[in-house]
């Protein structure tokens, strides 16, 4: 009996809404409604005063309600009280045998409806109903309107206590005889939930995992990260209406906090009909193994299996009117009760028509067997009842696969044994009768045309999916600082046989299943077009889960909202296949592009680029380093233009890539402006080009072509790469000048002069000269006179002054004055006396003289001049050659000498001794030493002539001077100084005669060489 009666109140909105009114229209037929013994009539008012919706707006009227006077009676709208007849209603509510009580009288049952202001209140008054399923109504209504009170009690009276589910919260099925719900995850974004199981006897449970795996529910995340719970309907809190309609109802409870504190509870009933049971039905669900038996199939077959012939000496130890288990596995038989049973993690109950036992995996009672190559988890059971003129047993044996999974690069492949022996009991009458697949709880009625492929034979059943298909999900990862993909797919797989023992059998299984990660490394794709001058980059191919958080270009780091301030471009595209690419475009010419000049023309640009990705539901960071190259050939190698004028060479070229792509260099060194002003040019630059001014007898040209009446300088300046040295361009200026006196000093040691006599009178230009009467003009004319020599030759004396060398020489003409009868020849005939002077900086001589080279396309090294040397005083030149000899002391006593044919062979450092002797016997004359050299040739003019090396086999060259004894002219030879001592210039009197001698040759060794 009710203790009162039950009032709901909604707002008016709610009756309102039309998908709340079709939802209770639809529910006029709904078992809950038959279970609270509403009558079809009854319910299909109820669900016309949901329907109608209009409400007036004055109190205390009542809705128009079919069948209902206009008038209220107490403010109450009353619908006609009536019982349902037997076509109204399948039968009594039952639940496991219990009875319930019926409506009698029509006056049992009556419902009254009120507007009062904005609110829409039903009551429905009791007698006789049963208490639980009006309780079921009101869940039925309460959620209807989302209606709850915090403890996940309906709330019939405390209006307060509204919580309606957010559109698109929950979706709901039953496919077969699992009932499914999927949460939406978007809204369940930065909170926690709860799931409770709503018992109508003791209220909300809590699902855990010991409660799920023995009540027969799952609570796991499809392959998009929605929570999704199943339930089978054989499930612990499940309501049966005569093993065809099921109802269960879940709280859903969210929270902010983790402890589920000021949570907001849901109320969700899901209903579901099954009608078309099979004579047994397997379940092999994630976490359980479930078994349901009709009661009536035959309880022994013809052919006794050795599990039935086990369990006959035990069924008269069975209680009566109590079931037990007998469990067969190969550690013995165990019978036990079925409380007992229940402390152990199994299921078990019987319906009107059915009983089930439901177990988990690997359990003490389990046994893993190999079924045509796929492990299968079995539990051998008998479930027995005796009464005293009844012994019920029932095969409860279940098996369920926990492996046959195989993966290649590009599909996943799920095996299922056809036939599985423990469950058929004559395999010669196996018959399937049908295999289905699907996904989630779908059914795959043409799997081909989604590129799944289901095929079977004898022994397997076969589903292979295409890693990526539709259906399942791809989905980021990250292992090992690598990245990848893991490929998600909720299967599931029904196949009805039949066979001579158990008539028909539906096995379902119920599959996820995730790939191995499988590495995809990303790839950087250049699309960049080099006439836009702007690098388009592609990074991918990525799946939607992963973002790009930051972004490092040329080692500077930005956010992403930084680099289009910048002029950076920054986005994603997408691709056919459900990827996608990051885009990155930066210009050529941003700062942070490395830029480097390559080949003849070209600049290589050069992108730096780090990428920081989220990848995954656990957004876990990733980066990947690329660098980007593109070669434009965007530079232009400049060309010089070239003149002259009477006294300079010129160059003009563009300024252009100057000091950033290449210089230019004189030979070997870089022509800068120190360079330029010690050789004496001038530069000059504006805004597009550079102009140097090269005088014609600066440093740095090569004459091709001298002579007394011309000189052809030419001008050689090379284009040259900064970082590899590389000559690009050979720029050169040849102009011939007219020129009557110059000097020119060749690196090699070569003076070339033109020297201009000019003279009162005119003097004979063939018979000028220089200090060695033997070096004669190779050219001249009436007014000049062109002599070429080396510095070694003709008289050429050498000294130091700082860091040069200077090399003297003298032009000189005499007139010959000769003794007649010792009256002297007066005549008119000048003297004249040039000197010319090269100067050479040392430590580059030293390394340049080391080498020989042709004067005429050699560099000039050294500057030149010539200045005369006028005295009216008459000198009388000895013709004489002086007769010298020398030889080698084999010590410093100069006592033994090495013979002509002897060799002489001396250590480094080791001290060589040379005499030179006069061989002259006048005791007028006095001789000294005026240049040694030493040579690795006895020819005189073999070059290079500077320090002994080691390991090698010398000559030793020496000019002398005899004086007379009464000449003691400052800086003379004569006095006994060394040339390379000397201050001044070396005077050459009439009263002194040079000489030149050889010794050697001397060979210089090793100490370990002798």
């Known amino acids: 009996m009710c203790s009162e009666d039950l009032k709901l109140e909604l707002p008016n909105w709610l009756v309102r809404n039309e998908n709340i009114s079709q939802r209770l229209m639809e529910s006029t037929k709904h078992p809950l409604l038959y279970s609270s013994q509403l009558g079809s009539a009854a319910a299909s008012d109820l669900a016309n005063i949901w329907q109608e919706g209009a409400v007036p707006s004055q109190r205390g009227s009542c809705l128009p309600l079919p069948g209902v006077s206009s008038d209220n009676v107490g403010g109450h709208c009353r619908i006609p009280p009536r019982c349902p007849s ?232 069975v209680a009566y009117q109590q079931w037990q288990l007998m469990f067969v596995s190969p550690s013995g038989r165990k019978r036990i009760t079925v409380s007992d049973a229940v402390k152990l993690g199994y299921s078990f109950n019987n319906t009107l028509s059915r009983v089930y036992l439901r177990a988990p995996y690997h359990s003490n009672e389990s046994d893993v067997s190999v079924v045509s ?302 360079v330029a002003l010690t050789n004496g040019y001038l530069a000059a630059t504006n805004s597009t080009h550079l102009i140097l001014q090269i005088p014609l007898f600066a440093g740095g040209l090569t004459y091709e072509e001298v002579s007394f009446q011309k000189i052809k300088a030419r001008f050689d300046v090379a284009l040259r790469k900064m970082r590899t040295m590389e000559t690009l361009q050979m720029f050169s200026i040849s102009c011939s000048f007219n020129s009557s006196a110059f000097i020119i000093c060749h690196p090699d040691g070569t003076i070339m002069v033109s020297a201009q006599m000019k003279t009162v009178p005119a003097i004979d230009m063939s018979k000028t000269k220089l200090r060695d009467s033997s070096c004669k003009p190779r050219e001249y004319n009436e007014a000049h006179a062109f002599f070429k020599f080396h510095v070694t030759t003709c008289g050429t004396s050498v000294r130091f002054e700082g860091d040069h060398i200077i090399y003297e020489n003298e032009i000189s003409y005499e007139k010959e004055t000769l003794p007649r009868q010792s009256i002297p020849t007066i005549t008119r005939d000048p003297d004249y006396r040039l000197t010319v002077l090269c100067y050479y900086q040392a430590k580059e001589t030293l390394v340049l003289g080391a080498f020989s080279s042709d004067p005429a396309t050699s560099p000039p090294f050294g500057s030149g001049t010539m200045f005369p040397h006028s005295n009216t005083a008459a000198y009388r030149r000895v013709r004489q050659a002086l007769n010298v000899v020398s030889r080698v002391s084999k010590d410093e006593s100069f006592m033994e000498f090495y013979g002509p044919s002897m060799a002489v062979v001396k250590q480094p450092m080791e001290p060589v001794f040379i005499e030179v002797e006069l061989k002259d016997e006048s ?39 005899a004086c007379s004894p009464t000449n003691t002219q400052a800086g003379s030879t004569c006095r006994g100084q060394c040339s390379s001592k000397r201050k001044g210039f070396p005077g050459h009197p009439s009263d002194s005669l040079q000489g030149y001698v050889l010794a050697g040759p001397v060979r210089i060794v090793s100490p370990d060489l002798r």
């Open 373 to 674: 190559g796929v492990n299968m988890n079995m539990i051998t059971s008998t479930s027995m009842y005796r009464q005293r003129w009844l012994l019920l047993l029932i095969d409860t044996t279940v098996s369920c696969p926990v492996d046959g999974i195989s993966f290649t690069d590009t599909t996943l492949t799920w095996t299922v044994p056809r036939v599985i022996p423990i469950l058929v009991v004559q395999e010669s009458t196996f018959l399937s009768k049908s295999i289905v697949m699907g996904v989630d709880d779908r059914v795959i009625v043409n799997p081909e045309e989604i590129n799944y492929l289901l095929e079977y034979n004898e022994t397997h059943i076969r589903i292979t999916i295409p890693i990526g298909a539709e259906g399942g999900k791809l989905e980021s990862s990250i292992s090992g600082g690598v990245y990848g993909v893991i490929y998600y797919i909720d299967l599931f797989l029904e196949h009805t046989w039949t066979d001579a023992g158990w008539q028909t059998t539906k096995y379902t299984v119920i599959k996820s299943i995730t790939t191995p990660f499988m590495p995809q490394i990303p790839t950087v794709i250049n699309n960049t077009e080099p006439e836009e001058r702007l690098f388009n980059v592609a990074f991918g191919h990525f799946l939607p889960d992963v973002s790009l958080v930051a972004i490092t270009v040329g080692n500077v780091p930005f956010s992403l909202r930084e680099p289009q301030h910048h002029g950076f471009k920054i986005y994603e595209t997408p691709f056919s296949n459900g990827t996608k690419a990051f885009i990155l475009q930066v210009s050529f010419d941003d700062p942070y592009i490395l830029k480097e000049y390559v080949n003849r023309n070209e600049t290589k640009y050069t992108l730096l680029v780090n990428y920081t990705l989220s990848v995954g539901r656990e957004m876990t960071l990733y980066y990947h380093s690329a660098e980007v190259e593109c070669v434009v050939a965007d530079i232009e190698v400049p060309e010089a233009v070239g003149s002259c004028d009477e006294e300079n060479l010129y160059l003009t070229l563009p300024t252009f890539g100057l000091h950033q792509y290449w210089d230019l260099y004189l030979g070997n060194k870089i022509l800068n402006q120190h």
């Open 86 to 317: 037997t076509a109204d209603s399948p039968g009594p509510h039952t639940r496991f045998g219990e009875d319930s009580t019926t409506c009698e009288r029509e006056e049992d049952f009556a419902a009254h409806a009120q507007v009062s202001g904005d609110r829409w209140r039903l009551w429905v008054t009791c007698h006789t109903v049963h208490v639980l399923a009006l309780q079921d109504l009101a869940v039925f209504l309460t959620v209807l309107a989302g209606t709850r009170e915090a403890d996940g009690s309906p709330s019939p009276t405390d209006s307060s206590a509204l919580y309606v589910l957010p559109l698109g919260f929950v979706e709901s099925s039953c496919r077969s005889r699992i009932f499914w719900m999927k949460l939406n995850k978007l809204l369940l974004q930065g909170k926690f939930f709860q799931l409770e199981i709503y018992d109508p006897y003791s209220g909300p449970v809590v699902l855990d995992e010991k409660l799920a795996s023995r009540c027969g529910y799952v609570l796991s995340d499809d392959v998009w990260g929605n929570p999704v719970f199943r339930a089978s309907v054989l499930g612990c809190h499940v309501a049966n209406e005569a093993d065809e309609l099921f109802s269960l109802t879940v709280n859903i409870k969210v929270s902010s906090f983790s402890s589920m504190r000021a949570a907001v509870t849901y109320t969700y009933p899901m209903y579901c009909s099954y009608a078309s049971w099979a004579s047994r039905e397997i379940v092999c669900e994630e976490n359980y193994m479930e078994v349901s038996v009709k009661t009536d199939v035959p309880a022994v077959s013809n052919d006794y299996t050795v599990a039935w012939m086990s369990a006959l000496p035990e069924t008269h130890n």
């Open 923 to 961: 005791p007028s004359v006095e001789l000294y030493l005026e240049n040694c050299w030493v040579a690795r040739s006895s020819d005189f003019n073999n070059i290079p002539r500077w320090n002994i090396t080691e390991d090698g086999q010398v000559y030793v060259h020496c000019l002398v001077v």
